[in-house]
Nanobody
Framework: QVQLVESGGGLVQAGGSLRLSCAASGRTFHSYAMGWFRQAPGREREFVTSISRSGGVTYYADSVKGRFTISRDNAKNTVYLQMNSLKPEDTAVYYC????????????????WGQGTQVTVSS
């Protein structure tokens, strides 16, 4: 099974940017749809964005549309989340996840999860 390691989280002021990376082990990364989810304290984990195996199809939560961009580099076994115009409400632990099925918005479609990386946006 693929193993995922996120990086790139940190503390940023509102309006700033961060880029998260998720590195996957193994030689089958291209066969997984990938997603990013987040969980804020006291809240349930929520969908942020996902990308298909080829990168041709992406989905975004309404709350991040126009500010966040997901991309992947199958040659580097890595998926990225570029986050711009960050808001305090984006503060959460961000998780990447891999899906052998369609992935997309439903967390139950995902088979493997990273350990998460903290993103904190100060006002």
């Amino acid at each position: 099974q693929v193993q995922l390691v996120e990086s790139g989280g940190g503390l940023v002021q509102a309006g700033g940017s961060l880029r998260l990376s998720c590195a996957a082990s193994g030689r089958t990364f291209h066969s997984y749809a990938m997603g990013w989810f987040r969980q804020a304290p006291g809240r349930e984990r929520e969908f942020v964005t996902s990308i298909s195996r080829s990168g041709g199809v992406t989905y975004y939560a309404d709350s991040v549309k126009g500010r966040f961009t997901i991309s992947r580099d199958n040659a580097k076994n890595t998926v990225y989340l570029q986050m711009n115009s960050l808001k305090p409400e984006d503060t959460a632990v961000y998780y990447c996840a891999a899906s052998t099925s369609a992935g997309a918005r439903n967390s139950r479609n995902y088979d493997a999860w990273g350990q998460g990386t903290q993103v904190t946006v100060s006002s």
